[in-house]
């Protein structure tokens, strides 16, 4: 039984520099490193170093980037498969960072943009206990991944990112709803900054799905489910770069409840997933292996 992530990849090309220009300017960068990135695909990464069996439903540009991305997804054990190639580019995000850590950020979708939902059939997701979503491709696609999910038996799951809104119809679909503070608030027009009002928020959410979760950075996470809610808190950890560590939670998430561990279990590991993430630089880089996530729920009680 595998999770399917239906969701976007890109190649991340950053180049640093002094100060971001103004418009109009050109500026000398330092040379550029490219990061094999795209939520979707942070995702499948971060759940198949977690230990789970994972298959990626993605467009990919049949260029350079797209086969580099590819063979990345590869060697990560992930099933490449049902990767459908496509005449246009492969999705590139162009970051630029100044000195103080500040980037600005620039993404062409390119053949994220092509995934529509009748390019989804039932075959791809044969034998799916758990199917992930998120935000960065198109709208008809993320509704025909989450009805074909359920038609195979599947667990939903959903990270509404970035914010898009979502009809009482569209989260009824879904088995689980994950969302930062950010997504949350714009989803339940209610502002969560704490622990509580981020329940309050999280259970407006559950009136139209099943579970709803919200991430909290290092204050941890909040779920509220059929059996209750309930509050994980963070882990401590020296931070490095944050970048890509709400992908380690849903990674993390969506194994351990396709392991069948309870909720709240899933969000412990997911918190220590995501706070390991944040100890070192990167994205795909960054993302724990399931040892050093066990290791430190082992060490922290």
């Known amino acids: 039984m595998s999770i399917i992530v239906v969701g976007s990849l890109n190649m991340d090309l950053v180049v640093r520099v002094p100060r971001h ?3 109009g300017e050109t500026l000398l960068g330092s040379d550029y490193d490219s990061h094999h990135g795209g939520k979707g695909a942070n995702q499948a990464v971060a759940a198949a170093r977690m230990g789970g069996k994972v298959r990626m439903v993605v467009r990919i540009g049949q260029d350079s980037f797209g086969e580099r991305l590819r063979q990345g997804l590869r060697r990560e054990g992930i099933n490449v498969n049902a990767t459908l190639p496509t005449q246009a580019p492969t999705g590139v995000a162009f970051i630029a960072v100044n000195q103080e850590g500040q980037n600005t950020i620039i993404v062409s979708p390119g053949a994220n943009r092509r995934l529509r939902g009748d390019n989804l059939s039932l075959a791809e997701f044969e034998g799916a206990k758990v199917v992930l979503m998120q ?30 809104p979502l009809s009482p119809k569209k989260l009824s679909l879904l088995d689980v709803l994950v969302v930062n503070e950010s997504e949350a608030e714009a989803l339940s027009g209610h502002k969560p900054d704490s622990v509580e009002t981020a329940l309050e928020a999280a259970k407006i959410l559950q009136q139209h799905t099943s579970t709803v979760i919200v991430t909290l950075g290092y204050q941890g996470a909040v779920w509220v489910g059929p059996s209750g809610s309930g509050h994980q808190p963070g882990f401590e950890v020296d931070t490095v770069d944050a970048t890509a560590a709400g992908d380690a939670f849903i990674g993390a998430l969506a194994v351990a409840l396709h392991e069948e561990q309870t909720l709240a279990q899933a969000v412990r590991l997911g918190c220590a997933a995501g706070a390991l993430a944040t100890t070192k630089a990167g994205a795909q880089p960054s993302l724990p292996q399931r040892e050093e996530t066990e290791a430190l729920l082992q060490a922290r009680g």
């Open 21 to 23: 220009p103004v418009p």
């Open 135 to 164: 935000l960065e491709i198109p709208m008809d696609a993320v509704i025909k991944a989450a009805e074909l999910g359920r038609e195979a038996g599947a667990l939903v799951i959903l990270n509404a990112a970035p914010a898009t």
